[in-house]
């Protein structure tokens, strides 16, 4: 059911550009297009595949969680404390990786 709303958002967005091409001199590369269809299509047919097995993995997955901490600060780094990148801590230097809260903030 989500996918075809996508699908309905996909057509009137292909359907907009295809307006807004006609009114304007850009030239767009009909192989590259079609690439990028096929990628958006195969998108589509993946979720549609996995859509009822969400839940289950979803549950799953909250199953497997053995501990929960909740950081706070850090907006230099994606993902605060626990970011692996050790190279924005060399090349950037100065970073804040943030503090671990004993309380769900």
Do not use: W
């Not at 996508?6 to 009137?12: K, S």
């Not at 009909?30 to 047919?45: A, E, P």
């Not at 799953?60 to 950081?71: C, D």
């Amino acid at each position: 059911m989500k996918m075809d709303n996508f699908e309905r958002m996909l057509e009137e967005m292909q359907q907009r550009t295809v307006d807004e091409m006609k009114k304007s001199s850009i030239q767009i590369d009909k192989d590259k297009l079609n690439s990028f269809k096929d990628i958006i299509s195969d998108l589509v047919s993946f979720g549609n595949e996995y859509a009822d097995k969400m839940s289950q993995s979803h549950a799953s997955i909250n199953q497997e969680i053995i501990k929960v901490e909740y950081t706070k600060g850090g907006e230099t780094i994606h993902r605060g404390f626990y970011c692996p990148s050790l190279v924005k801590d060399l090349i950037v230097g100065n970073l804040k990786r943030g503090k671990l809260l004993k309380k769900k903030p």
